[in-house]
């Protein structure tokens, strides 16, 4: 079992840069599929990236969804508990509560699939 806990949320100006951190306490954190959601007001809450767990292979799978594609990445450092997602190029449409999960077994990028929840950090993007 892990809990995540998000930082580094703040106010930006359009093209500006953040960097969220997840930081997830549990030992097994490796074999965590990890995540980044949104959730806008008046919205539903969205697939931003995920990145799979280490596996067999220590092979990383990443996905992005198609409105942050080669602007956001998202890495994991297991060393550190810790799941990054670097924004750039952010946009007014990007803000959000941004949160982070954990899964265990399978790599999915829906939110249902995902077991554990922080509390969200707030991004908010001026134009």
């Known amino acids: 079992q892990v809990q995540p806990v998000e930082s580094g949320g703040g106010l930006v100006q359009a093209g500006g840069s953040l960097r969220l951190s997840c930081t997830a306490s549990g030992r097994t954190f490796s074999n965590y599929n990890m995540g980044w959601f949104r959730q806008a007001p008046g919205k539903e809450r969205e697939f931003v990236a995920t990145?799979?767990?280490?596996?067999?292979?220590?092979?990383?799978?990443?996905s992005y969804a198609d409105s942050v594609k080669g602007r956001f990445t998202i890495s994991r450092d297991n060393a550190k508990n810790t799941v990054y997602l670097q924004m750039n190029r952010l946009k007014p449409e990007d803000t959000a509560v941004y949160y982070c999960a954990a899964k265990s077994g399978s790599y999915r990028d829906d939110d249902v699939a995902y077991e554990y929840w922080g509390q969200g950090t707030q991004v908010t993007v001026s134009s």
């Open positions: 990145m799979s767990g280490s596996g067999r292979k220590n092979i990383y799978y990443a």
